[in-house]
């Protein structure tokens, strides 16, 4: 199950749409390239299947 949520990027600020795997783990964490700033930013996800309970920007 896809879930998009709303960040907002570190570095530029800038807010995007990420899309979620929920059921691809309670917690995932990896690194993608912001589409504006093109800056990497580490997000921390935390779900269970079809719920996003939490997500979290860094920047790298
Ligand atoms: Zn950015």
Redesign the pocket.
């Known amino acids: 199950m896809i879930e998009d949520v709303i960040v907002d990027?570190?570095?530029?600020?800038?807010a995007?749409a990420l899309s979620v795997d929920t059921t691809a783990g309670a917690e995932q964490s990896y690194v993608q390239d912001?589409?504006?700033?093109?800056?990497p930013?580490e997000v921390y996800v935390q779900c269970r299947p079809g719920t996003v309970l939490s997500v979290s920007v860094s920047a790298e």
């Open positions: 990027c570190p570095s530029c600020g800038e995007m912001c589409p504006v700033c093109c800056r930013m």
